[in-house]
Each structure stands twice: as C-alpha cells, then as structure tokens.
C-alpha cells in the first residue's frame, strides 16, 4: 500500500523479520491502524509503534493480529520469541537502537566541583602525602560505573547465550513441539519455496501451504460491502479466490479456462487453489443477489437468477 515508513537500519534482522511479517497481514487483510487496533484491543497509537519498529510488540497483540490474517500461529511465535531475544530496552525507549544498549555505558564528565582534589608540590620532609579521595557523589558514581563494567565484562566473556546450556529447549511459552534456541528463520520467500508448486497445488488451502507469503493481489472488486480479491503466488505458480467479509456470501469459486475449479463452502473466505497463472484464472462470489467477478483485466457485476 505505500503507507510504511522505513525501518531504523540498526534494528536486528530479527526484529524486521517480525515487523516486516505483521504489516504484511496488514496489507493483506486491507486493515488500518484503527480497525487492527479495535480489533485486538490494543491502542492505534501502540499499533503504530510496533509496526513501525519503535517498540517491541507484546505476544498478544501479535497473536491477534495473526488470527486476524489466519496465519500460522506456531510459526508467527517463532519470528515474535526470536525478535524478542534479540531486543533491548534502549529499543523500547526510542534511544538510539537495541544493538546499542551494550557497547557503551554513558559516563558523564567529570563535575569540577565533586572531581578527585589535585595536590601539587613535594610533601614536607619526612612525611608522606595521604592519597587523595573521591569526594561526595563523585565516589559513588565511580564505584557505580566500575560495578556495570565489571559486570559486562564477565557476561561478555563468558558468552552464557553461546554455552549451549538452553539448546535443545524452547524459552517458556512457546508452542509444543517447537524447536530449540537458536531457531532457524524463514523469510516469506522461503516459507512459500518450500510449499507446493503448480499443479501439486491443486485443491490445497494457501494459508497451510504458505502460498500466501508472497502472493500478490492480482484484481479487486468492491460492492456490496465485500472485497472479492484474485490472488496469485509467484513461487507456487497458483490463484486462488478470496473474499473479506465472507458471511452472507455463497459460491466463492475459482476457475480457469482449462475447466478447473475450487469452491468454498457457503460463507468461506477464500477457496483451494489452482495451478495456473494469473491470465486464465477468474474468481466469482455472489452476495446480495449478484454475481461478483474478476480477472486479470476485468471485473463485473451480474443478477443472479435462480440457485447457485
């Protein structure tokens, strides 16, 4: 849509991953901000946030919006738990970047009032010159600093992320059967690549074969308050039919001019698909009395006589 401002280049891959993932339901849902929001019960102003990368998105939000766009839920929680480990709390804040948070504690300059006491001079014959001392808050601050280095010191020196003591076990909270830290990410290329191709499509649901991840509406009609929607997979070489706000709809079907053809059930949102291309496939739905359809190049609107 040409509405998503670019991501900060310092956030990690897997925070974009994340992000990238969720505008793309957005997109393909036809949804605003204020609809996401009225319908996970989060704020549009926090929306906002998440989708622009300014702030990580709380596991239920992201969930909701997941069941929103029938995504794979295991699979949304395996993108959310990575970006999750990989963000810091300067990220949250809008400092200036999550990978930031550890390089470089901030260490104010030294307060000439409160500095450490100069002494000049040889000492008196005989005696020793006492060190001087830290004075007032400057000691407590310098005993601060020197505790928060010695402390990222030791972690990062023992590594405890790279030990191997979580591997094999999935953080708390993840669905059953998902795979240890570190999991493997899938772009939406990849998770579609490794789908059906073509005629192996045939008959199967997009969603569960992740033909969706880098489908591309290929024309749109609206009337009568639904969006009929041909929809094509460059990677799986499929179409298949989709119509938002399904209920009251009967007889969402694809067909292709060899004869093929993929039928929802009455009020479904989208059908089976097809293993052709764009150019011989057409999607039809009939609500309110009228026939709804479009290809490639086309749409139109007919009565409806008699059952469907």
Same mark, same amino acid.
């Given at each position: 849509?040409g509405?998503w401002q670019? =991501?900060?280049?310092?956030?990690?891959?897997?925070?974009?991953? =994340?992000?990238?993932?969720?505008?793309?339901?957005?997109?393909? /849902?036809?949804?605003? *901000?204020?609809?996401?929001a009225?319908?996970?019960?989060?704020? +549009?102003s926090s929306?906002l946030?998440?989708?622009?990368?300014?702030? #990580?998105?709380?596991?239920?939000?992201?969930?909701?919006?997941?069941?929103?766009?029938?995504?794979?839920?295991?699979?949304?929680r395996?993108l959310?738990e990575?970006?999750a480990h990989?963000?810091?709390?300067t990220g949250?804040? @809008?400092?200036?970047g999550?990978? &930031?948070?550890?390089?470089?504690?901030?260490?104010?300059?030294?307060?000439?009032? *409160?500095?450490?006491?100069?002494? %000049?001079?040889?000492a008196?014959?005989?005696?020793?010159?006492p060190?001087s001392k $830290? *004075?007032?808050?400057?000691?407590?601050?310098l005993?601060?600093?020197a505790?928060?280095?010695? =402390? =990222?010191?030791?972690?990062?020196?023992?590594r $405890?992320?790279?030990?191997?003591?979580?591997?094999?076990? $999935?953080?708390?909270?993840?669905?059953?059967?998902?795979?240890?830290w570190?999991?493997? #990410?899938?772009?939406?290329v990849?998770g579609?690549?490794?789908?059906?191709?073509?005629a192996? /499509? +045939?008959?199967?649901?997009?969603y569960?074969?992740?033909c969706?991840?880098?489908s591309?509406?290929v024309?749109? #009609?609206?009337?009568y308050g639904?969006?009929?929607? #041909?929809r094509?997979?460059?990677? /799986?070489?499929?179409?298949?039919?989709?119509?938002?706000?399904?209920?009251?709809t009967?007889?969402?079907?694809?067909? &292709?001019?060899? @004869?093929?053809?993929?039928?929802?059930?009455r009020?479904?949102a989208? %059908?089976?698909?097809?293993?052709? @291309?764009?150019?011989?496939?057409?999607?039809?739905?009939?609500?309110?009395g009228?026939?709804l359809?479009?290809?490639?190049?086309?749409?139109?609107?007919?009565?409806?006589?008699?059952?469907?």
């Open positions: 849509m509405r670019p =991501l900060r280049s310092d956030l990690p891959a897997e925070v974009v991953r =994340l992000v990238r993932e969720l505008r793309q339901y957005v997109d393909r /849902c036809e949804l605003n *901000t204020e609809t996401v009225a319908k996970t019960g989060y704020s +549009r929306w946030r998440y989708l622009n990368g300014r702030r #990580l998105p709380p596991w239920p939000a992201v969930a909701g919006l997941g069941r929103l766009a029938q995504a794979d839920a295991e699979y949304l395996v959310w990575s970006a990989a963000w810091t709390p949250q804040t @809008g400092g200036t999550p990978a &930031t948070a550890l390089r470089r504690p901030a260490v104010r300059a030294a307060d000439p009032a *409160t500095s450490v006491t100069s002494v %000049t001079g040889p008196p014959e005989g005696k020793r010159r060190r $830290p *004075t007032g808050p400057r000691a407590g601050v005993s601060a600093v505790a928060v280095c010695s =402390l =990222l010191a030791a972690i990062l020196l023992a $405890p992320w790279d030990t191997g003591a979580d591997a094999g076990r $999935p953080p708390d909270g993840v669905p059953a059967g998902a795979p240890g570190p999991w493997p #990410l899938r772009s939406a990849d579609a690549a490794a789908a059906c191709r073509s192996g /499509c +045939r008959g199967l649901d997009p569960r074969e992740r969706d991840r880098d591309v509406a024309h749109r #009609l609206r009337a639904r969006v009929l929607t #041909l094509y997979s460059p990677t /799986c070489l499929a179409s298949w039919a989709e119509v938002e706000t399904p209920a009251g009967v007889g969402l079907r694809i067909t &292709t001019n060899r @004869g093929d053809e993929q039928v929802a059930a009020g479904g989208y %059908t089976a698909m097809v293993g052709s @291309g764009p150019d011989a496939a057409r999607a039809t739905v009939v609500v309110a009228h026939q359809g479009v290809a490639r190049y086309d749409s139109w609107i007919d009565a409806v006589t008699g059952s469907v």
